[in-house]
């Protein structure tokens, strides 16, 4: 016998080593995955936050939300938001222009600091009520998972109620781009080469109901295509079909995540409108 192993031990070993990493990433993933906050300044990771330094460095309470989502009370377990970013932002809030919430879907909302100035924000990670930290939407009945973490609001006190933006609300949290004004003009849309205040309107429209979804030359959300690369979306399909498709995409595919211009315009003439604007604006880049 030329070696102590044999062919068979040595293969044996080299499985088990092989057993030993996968073990080992799979374990640093799931820790990653599971309860840690990324926070990234003006594109820079700055820190990850685990769930036991989350709930030992700021105070953990259990307040009553008025739920949009679930359209009712319920009771979270939260930290505030603003213990949370504190040490991260020298100058105070002001520093702030933008915070980009980072979702597990590839979901990109960004919060203007009105938002800031407006609401008091929490970071919820459980449900006071349920052990599972999910919840149920009032529109068909569908469960969310909530999981890692969900940004719940409060009116702030003295302050005008303004209306909440869906985008507030958003789950599956797993990191907070806090973005001051320099940071914050890295990550806007490009112009249009050409046209004029129907391309702009556009664009303000896309940044408004398109960007958390999608980006354009790789700025922007995730959750569905990037809209320019690698060939622009308007060169793909017809005009006809694009605008029918912004308008109601499930009226095309049954299927399709994309939230369409009808929510938020339920009347057809302000629809097609939007719809034609945007358009006009993605021509013209
Ligand atoms: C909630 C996320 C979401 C929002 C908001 C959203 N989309 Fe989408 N979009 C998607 C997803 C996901 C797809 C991929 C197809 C699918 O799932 O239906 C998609 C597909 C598309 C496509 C087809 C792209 C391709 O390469 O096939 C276009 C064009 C498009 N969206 C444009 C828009 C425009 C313009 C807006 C704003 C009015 C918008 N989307 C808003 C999620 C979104």
Redesign the pocket.
Known sequence: MSCFFGMEGFRLFTIFILALCSWQVGASKIHSDVDSLKIRKDHVDVAEISLADLVTKNTVQILPFEDPIAKKKIWYKVVSLDSVLRPFIKSGPSELTLVEVICADG?RPQLPISVLEHFDGYIAMAREDRAHFALNRSKDGREIKLAPYYLVWKPKKGRPFLKYSPSQWSYQVVGLHLMSAVGAQKNTLPEAKKGGSFEQEGKA??AK??F???ALDGVG?Q?????LKPLP??E??SSDW?ER??ND?QSL?A???????KQSYPDVKKRRS??QK??SY?NAL
């Open positions: 979901y429209l896309f109901h398109c958390s979804c999608h959300g959750v569905g295509p990037d809209l979306a308007t793909r399909y694009l498709w912004i995409p595919r299927d399709s995540k994309m939230v369409g211009l939007a719809a945007i358009l993605l």
